[in-house]
């Protein structure tokens, strides 16, 4: 599965050669350390002075409810718009709930609160539990950009390219110092395809030298793993090949290989 949580980091570092991260773009899962890398990795850039912004995707999907019970399993409290907690201690009675309202969709399109919301509520916890020093805290919720309106990755990524169009991010450069420089985190088993559909989407903007992505990810092993973990390994592994054969993405060069193979 190594091959699904594809990296692409520079060997150098982050910031080499005048270049500068500017935007973490955390694409909608259910993965909490991969919240917290994310989080981590804000918290040393944006304090060493880069302005380094976090920018968080995802409305509803599938792994809307999954997210919600992870988080507060692990201690999270998630406020719903309407000033409700979820917490340990009354998820049981939020399921009940869910089920009432025939499913997760149903629900939060009823309280309106997308999987961006939840994630800042989660990242910004994080750094608090973490002691991070408050005026970083401030930085992250002052520049945190939320795209919610979306379901699914793609249009995640069509509705970001939007953004930077009109913020004029894309604009024509002859200096690298000021290519958009944007790393995607996401849960590793779907790192791969976020990349790709990154370049997908962003693939004309890419080309003329305006935009990179780097990919980064947590390592991941399937040692261990049950069986709904091996079940949504399988999928996204196939999920991954089709979209490349449909050309809903492009797949980079060193994972290829990889899904050929399959």
Known sequence: ANFLSQRGLPAQGLTTNGM?????????????????????????LFGKGFGTRVVILGGFGRLTMPLIERAVKAGYVIQLPNLEQISRYNFIEFQKRVIQAKGIKNFVKKVE?????????IVEQMMKKDGVAEEIVKG????VILEK?????????QNYQELLVREGRLNATSDPAQVWN?????????????QATFQKVFASYI??????GF?????????????SMKER???????TIIYSQQADIVVVENAQAALAAI
Do not use: M, W
């Open 20 to 44: 500068i991260i500017n935007d973490i773009v955390i694409a909608g899962n259910d993965d909490l350390s991969t919240l917290h890398t994310a989080s981590t990795l804000f918290v040393d």
């Open 113 to 121: 609160i997308s999987e961006a919301q939840i994630i800042q509520q």
């Open 140 to 143: 992250f919720l002052d520049t």
């Open 149 to 157: 309106r979306a379901d699914n990755t793609s249009e995640n990524y």
């Open 182 to 194: 944007v790393i995607n985190i996401s849960h590793p088993l779907q790192q791969l395809r976020t």
């Open 207 to 212: 080309e003329q030298g305006k935009i990179h």
């Open 215 to 227: 990919s980064l990810a947590q390592q991941y092993s399937v040692n261990g793993l049950d069986r």
């Open 233 to 239: 390994l399988t999928g996204e592994i196939f999920r």
